[in-house]
């Protein structure tokens, strides 16, 4: 309670005194305002103290000046008088010591300072009876301390590139300052320039005694220095000495030399990276930026042809194209055009592209246009388009076709052809089997011989009296002779056995006795020629074949189509054996009859195919002219139908059917 | 220049914040009553280091609350008043000695007095001014939390201090938790001006006051360390 009141009355007080202080204030501080005016002020000025400041917090000095007014300038003339604040005497207390060395200064020693106290000094005059200037201050408010002393510096580090460096800057505190007793607790300040800059670079406050300074170019010289003050007051001291630091940049290519390692390095490791990348999307990389070009692609031709040149052939091709020369069809005499059944062209395909059966007009069929059947979707199997297939089949059934109606007038090969499709499989009775007539054919006669010996493609199987028609191609390749013919098959195999066998006798005698069957009847009698009997053929079967055979007829009629030099052989043979009495001659071809049916030959020999690829079936070749047997590789290439046995046209006409 | 001292103050007061961490716990001997006996967990020379941090601390925290309360009230014809020093400060009851040479000449124990009791005098007046300068319409949080800190660590270091003392001299004290502090709200609604001149007076003086404090604990650190160099000057 006691201390209540206490405490209250001291706040009173305190409040009261400060009233009281507060006008006292006013009054000095408009003395004081005046006294720090600067000397712009007026060009008439009286003494003034310029300054007061401590070094070290114990001692201060005060210096003035006379001002304008040279008559005081003498020493005395001026006096100073101080005033502590906590003095118990209230008087104005003159100054301890006025300084000898140093005019118009005025020097206080410890036992005059206090600290923490205001302390209002006076410049009087001599007779104390004018003031010239007062002020009050408080010692630790005009502290400046001394400066730092001991400036040096060192190397921190130098950067990589050489171009900067770092240091530490060390000094120590100014002697006079008692900072180990804590009297003074300094705090430093560093400044640092190039040497011949104006400005200076200023660090933060330093409470140690070290400062490192960072981010100095070499080759530069740099000027540092460094001042205190005490920590939490304002008045900064002098500055120290300026130290200059200069570090001088060392020549080195190690810094640049990494750097270029790395960029080469960098370009080696893009481009591998590149290349993989390229290696790896190879495919898709050609097909971006080289888009295949689609290769030049003519119907009906190969492209073999055109990359090895084969001019000659290419333009075959051409030519025989028809939609390039559909001329051809009417203008060559040598064409021949094989009559094919567009679904038979399809079986035949299937089949795969045999020669032979492009030969044998794949499914001839009755009614179809004696033009080029062939399908032309042929993307360039050249080998299995045949444009230029001679239309045995055609001829073929025209001859059928014709002997049937003129007696004698037909050939064998039909009659056998008919007889073997007669046949059926059946052993051929000794008795001529009736003839069938399979082919509707049209009356259109008259120049079925000079048609088969020209060779009029145009006219086809329609004047052709000594050529059977083929209706239909089986799948397995054997042509069907209309109607109910015999199978292709076993016409196959005699072209086999001729090919590979020396089948002349045979062959001779097949002809023969077609001719003879061709001769003696004037029914058709086809005779199945077996394969296994090498393409014998009975006596008997000849015999029927050949009656009312006329050899020199026959021999003097050349085959006009006759391919196989063998078949012309047999002709000729078979002419000139057959010109005989058909019975006596006949005896020693007679075999046993292992039911030997003369193949089914409704169709031409073809002798060649020329570079057309069409085929010959050129009866300009007489039978003497080349009894040698003509290359059979130009035979087997187109593969024509060689049946052993075919009858020539000649020999055809000499049937006396 | 005295903004950016201000602002360096302020930066520094921030760095003063971070460490008061370290010191914002009480001491470890501080307890109720202050009995000797409980106090043997820290050492003399820990103890007085931690006094003296706080002593220092409180000096720059008064200094900055100061400065920023002469920005913001007072008008620069008024700053030169620092210079003028302690004119208006409350003289003390009690003989503060005021010269360098005069602490060389006392004992620590009236050192130690003598920071003790200024202390003491100065709890109950930053109290008061805490509350004054809430009055105020613009005055910065800053300054309200650097006073009332500087309140809250006054106490503090009392506590401290009478520690020390017991420790070293020997010798109970009274510290001002042991009686309860009422203060006497001081109401009276002067003006703006002179309200301002009372407060920035206020500060002031509690700077110096602080300063005190800082250089009593100091040379007394020095005493303890090395006797002989402090003694001789």
Known sequence: MERQVKSGKMVVRYVAILHLQTVFLLGIETLAVLGHAPTSEAPRQGPHFTSCLSREQETFRCWWSTGSFQNLSQPGALRVFFLKENSISRNWTECPDYTRSVPNECFFNKTYTSIWTSYCVQLRSGAQNVTYDERCFSVENIVHPDPPIGLNWTLLNVSRSGLHFDIMARWEPPPSADVKTGWMTLVYEVHYRERNSSRWEVLDLEIGTQQSIFGLHTNKEYEVRVRCKMRTFRNFGDFSESIFVHVSQIPSKESTFPVTLVFIFGAIAVAILLILVIFSQQQRLMVILLPPVPAPKIKGIDPELLKKGKLDELSSILSSHPIYKPEMFHEDPWVEFIELDLDGMEAGEKMGCSDTQRLLGVGAQLGSSHGLGVKDDDSGRASCYEPELPEADPDTLAAICLAQHEKGATSLLPQSNLSATTAGGTPPDPDPAPIRDPIPCPTHRPESRPLVQTQLSTHSWINMDFYAQVSDVTPTGGVMLSPSQQSRVTEKIPVEKKEGQDAQVPEKENVGEQQKKAEGKKRFQLLIVTPEEGAYTSEVDAQKVSSGYSHEKSCEDSIPQTIQPPAKKISQEACQQLGGPTGDYQSPYLLPPPIPVPPVSDYTVVQDVDAQHSLLLNPTTTVTATPAPTPTPTLTKPSPAMAVGYLSPDLLGNLPL | ?233
């Open chain 2, 1 to 233: 220049l005295e903004p950016q001292t201000h602002r360096k103050g302020c930066g520094c007061t921030l760095l003063l914040w971070l460490s008061l961490g370290s010191l914002g716990y009480p001491l470890d001997c501080k307890d109720d009553q202050g009995s000797i006996t409980r106090c043997t967990s820290i050492s003399q020379d820990k103890l007085l280091d931690r006094v003296i941090q706080h002593a220092e601390l409180i000096y720059r925290v008064s200094e900055e609350s100061c400065t920023l309360f002469e920005d913001m009230f007072v008008p620069f014809a008024l700053h030169s008043q620092r210079n003028r020093g302690g004119n208006m400060c409350m003289t003390k009851s009690f003989a503060i000695p005021g010269s360098k040479s005069e602490l060389q000449q006392i004992s620590d124990k009236w050192l130690l007095h003598s920071v003790l009791m200024l202390i003491q005098s100065w709890i109950e007046p930053m109290i008061y001014l805490q509350t004054t300068l809430e009055r105020y319409d613009d005055a910065p949080d800053a300054l309200l939390n650097k006073t009332k800190w500087v309140s809250d660590k006054l106490l503090s270091l009392e506590q401290g201090v009478a520690v020390l003392i017991r420790k070293m001299l020997d010798e109970g004290v009274f510290t001002s938790a042991e009686f309860t502090a009422s203060l006497e709200r001081y109401d009276v609604q002067l003006d703006m001006p002179d309200s301002v001149l009372r407060d920035y007076t206020l500060l002031t003086c509690f700077k110096k006051d602080a300063h005190k404090m800082e250089t009593f604990l100091k040379l007394l650190k020095c005493r303890q360390t090395d006797k002989f160099g402090c003694f001789l000057f």
